[in-house]
């Protein structure tokens, strides 16, 4: 059934009606208070110039000595021993004991690993390919959630003056808070120092942008020798290309959003839209019409339901035919 423009203007303004009751309700959920008292520091955000050079940290080393293979299929954890774990799940929950030495993956799975023997840090790395998700609980009850095709590399258990971690892809953070040790967020050309706070961080390696989304407390960005302090509701981003930091106010709840399984867009291109979502369901998406891939679209995806569900709630409001071969989609 075709739909008509003005049927086509009562769907997108019902749509913007959803995505504004969408986020009033989140607002009221776990993080409300937080973000509530986080409001009082006010909107600003302060660049900083920093010259000083450190010495690689035994993260940095440990980073540094990985090998760079393909993401495997399944979500993996890596221990200490080298011992690989696959985890078949497509939504992964882990978490440790504070010593480190015991893993419990899901509701009745438990690994033992030692972590006693070594007086250095002991890093494991969980590693989450595209189409799975994964979230983990730390040794130091700090917990993160992954994001598709994401890396996170972290000590076993924290025992240094630093809580470092390593990430490549994207993942939200929920720091508990320690003062006498920060918590170091790092990754390639980007390093993020906190205390305790909720942030989503986002450093996929074929993206132009790096991002920092702060959605409660404070947290301090640094490129390069570029450190920048950021505040609830801003988005710090560092261009790969032309070596510039940004910043800008924004609604948080599209950032954070994936971990509910929603994807909320607000005048996104289609190509950034389906960069996205072929991550989210591990499927290549060719979009063949450059016109189309440069439609913006505005509204929230149920990524809990199908790719082909999806792409019908997208072809509501913007008109393109697809098809499916081989794991590919092709849009014209």
Same mark, same amino acid.
């Given at each position: 059934?075709?739909?008509?423009?003005?049927?086509?203007?009562?769907?997108?303004?019902?749509i913007?009606?959803?995505?504004?009751?969408?986020?009033?309700?989140?607002?009221?959920?776990?993080?409300?208070?937080g973000?509530a008292?986080?409001c009082?520091?006010?909107?600003?955000?302060?660049?900083?110039?920093?010259?000083?050079t450190?010495?690689p940290?035994a993260?940095?080393s440990?980073?540094k000595?990985?090998?760079?293979?393909?993401?495997?299929e399944?979500?993996?954890?890596?221990?200490?021993?080298?011992?690989?774990?696959?985890?078949?799940?497509?939504?992964?929950?882990?978490s440790?004991?504070?010593s480190?030495?015991?893993?419990?993956?899901?509701?009745?799975?438990?690994i033992?690993?030692?972590?006693?023997?070594?007086?250095?840090?002991?890093?494991?790395?969980?590693?989450?390919?595209?189409?799975?998700?994964?979230s983990?609980?730390?040794a130091?009850?700090?917990k993160?959630?992954?994001?598709?095709?994401?890396?996170?590399?972290f000590?076993?258990?924290?025992n240094q003056?630093?809580?470092?971690?390593?990430?490549e892809?994207?993942?939200?953070?929920?720091v508990a808070?320690?003062?006498?040790?920060?918590?170091i967020?790092?990754?390639n050309?980007q390093?993020?120092?906190?205390?305790g706070?909720i942030?989503?961080v986002?450093?996929?390696?074929?993206?132009?942008?790096?991002?920092?989304?702060?959605?409660?407390?404070s947290?301090?960005v640094?490129?390069?020798?570029?450190?920048?302090?950021i505040?609830?509701?801003t988005?710090?981003?560092?261009?790969?290309?032309?070596?510039?930091v940004?910043?800008?106010?924004?609604d948080?709840?599209?950032?954070?959003?994936?971990?509910?399984g929603?994807?909320i867009?607000?005048?996104?291109?289609? %190509? =950034?839209?389906? @960069?996205? !979502?072929?991550?989210?369901?591990?499927?290549d998406i060719? *979009?063949? $019409?450059?016109? /189309?891939?440069?439609?913006?679209?505005?509204g929230?995806?149920?990524?809990k339901d199908t790719? %082909? =569900?999806?792409l @019908?709630? !997208?072809?509501?409001t913007?008109?393109?035919?697809?098809? *499916?071969t $081989?794991?590919? /989609?092709f849009?014209n």
């Open positions: 059934m075709k739909i008509t423009e003005h049927e086509k203007k009562q769907l997108k303004s019902k913007s009606i959803s995505i504004s009751s969408y986020i009033q309700r989140k607002r009221y959920l776990k993080y409300g208070l973000l008292a986080a009082i520091i006010g909107f600003f955000s302060l660049i900083t110039f920093n010259t000083k450190e010495e940290s993260l940095d440990y980073v000595s990985l090998e760079n293979k393909d993401v495997p399944q979500i993996k954890l890596i221990l200490n021993d080298d011992q690989k774990v696959n985890i078949a799940e497509s939504e992964a929950s882990i440790y004991s504070t480190g030495d015991k893993v419990t993956i899901g509701s009745s799975k438990f033992n690993q030692n972590t006693s023997k070594s007086p250095k840090a002991v890093f494991n790395t969980l590693i989450v390919p595209y189409g799975k998700r994964s983990i609980e730390l130091d009850g700090s993160v959630w992954l994001n598709s095709g994401s890396k996170l590399v000590p076993a258990a924290f003056e630093k809580r470092e971690v390593y990430l892809g994207e993942a939200i953070f929920e808070h320690d003062k006498k040790h920060p918590f967020v790092k990754s050309e390093e993020i120092e906190v205390l706070t942030f989503n986002s450093n996929y390696h074929d993206d132009d942008l790096l991002s920092t989304v702060l959605k409660s407390g947290v301090k640094t490129y390069s020798k570029n450190s920048i302090t505040v609830p509701g988005l710090a981003a560092y261009d790969r290309g032309t070596k510039r940004n910043t800008q106010k924004v948080v709840e599209s950032y954070f959003s994936w971990r509910d929603i994807f867009f607000k005048n996104d291109s289609m %190509e =950034s839209i389906m @960069k996205k !979502i072929s991550r989210y369901y591990n499927i060719i *979009i063949n $019409n450059k016109e /189309l891939a440069n439609t913006t679209f505005s929230y995806l149920d990524v790719v %082909e =569900s999806v @019908k709630t !997208i072809r509501e913007t008109k393109f035919e697809y098809n *499916i $081989n794991n590919k /989609l849009i």
